[in-house]
Nanobody, 115 residues
Framework: QVQLVESGGGLVQAGGSLRLSCAAS????????MAWYRQAPGKQRELVST???????NYADSVKGRFTISRNNAKNTVYLQMNRLKPEDTAVYYCAAFRVGTNYWGQGTQVTVSS
């Protein structure tokens, strides 16, 4: 089992920044991919960004150039630096971990961007 705990959400004005953290614990070996997803009210959960065990990253078009995903392997933590936030970034942000055959999810952290 893998436990994921997100933190760093909150209320911020448009144009501001937040940094989300996802701390992983448990059986974290062979985790191939870490990801951030988000879900806005009334909408489906969508992929925001991913980072592989090799450090390769990918971003949704809507956040490219504004969000940066990174990882600190020594701390078993993945981060999502969010800059130039927009009201449409308002959502619950979830951290996810993937290994072959299974995946794990955190409880989510609320990000609210006011206009």
């Amino acid at each position: 089992q893998v436990q994921l705990v997100e933190s760093g959400g909150g209320l911020v004005q448009a144009g501001g920044s937040l940094r989300l953290s996802c701390a992983a614990s448990g059986s974290i070996f062979n985790i191939n991919l870490m990801a951030w997803y988000r879900q806005a009210p009334g909408k489906q959960r969508e992929l925001v960004s991913t980072i592989t065990s090799a450090g390769d990253t990918n971003y949704a078009d809507s956040v490219k150039g504004r969000f940066t995903i990174s990882r600190n392997n020594a701390k078993n933590t993945v981060y999502l630096q969010m800059n130039r936030l927009k009201p449409e970034d308002t959502a619950v942000y979830y951290c996810a971990a993937f290994r072959v055959g299974t995946n794990y999810w955190g409880q989510g952290t609320q990000v609210t961007v006011s206009s």
